[in-house]
């Protein structure tokens, strides 16, 4: 006999908020799990299964419109591992260019800080510091 959870069951074991739940079912990222006697929504084991792998997915920077398009494939059964190598490849690429966005970030920021720095040890620890209007406008 397979298990059937409850949806604060569901989300107590995978770590998510209920309303996470009712979101992705909501979204169409998951399908609507069956309902018991009393109509409540119960989860088997296959629906844990596909929520971890959501789970998963997000902590890896995957949307869930891409999560969407794989488990739509999976569920096709047209996912090929070429497909996951391409989608993984994009995913990578994705985030180099995140990566780069953001030490560029860090190397302004770190200009900003440093020319800080020269004014509080010319005595410009005191008033309105206008440096960041300076370097942003």
């Known amino acids: 006999m397979s298990i059937m959870l409850t949806v604060s069951e569901v989300a107590r074991k995978l770590g ?16 609507h799990p ?24 997000k ?3 995957f949307s869930l419109e891409e999560i969407a398009d794989i488990l739509h494939l999976q569920s ?9 190598y391409h989608k993984l490849t994009s995913k990578i690429l994705q985030l180099e260019s ?23 040890s010319n005595g410009g620890k005191h008033g309105n510091c206008c440096l960041l ?4 406008t």
């Open 59 to 61: 902590d890896l920077g």
């Open 76 to 84: 096709q059964q047209s996912l090929t591992c070429d497909e996951i």
């Open 16 to 31: 998510l908020n209920p309303q996470t739940l009712y979101f992705y079912e909501r979204i169409g990222v998951v399908d």
């Open 34 to 57: 069956q309902r018991n006697q009393s109509g409540y929504r119960v989860y088997q084991e296959k629906d844990l299964a596909i929520l971890s792998f959501i789970r998963h997915a």
């Open 133 to 136: 209007n300076e370097q942003l």
């Open 98 to 120: 995140g990566i780069k966005e953001m030490e560029k970030m860090k190397d302004d920021l770190s200009k900003i800080l440093s020319l800080c720095c020269q004014r509080i």
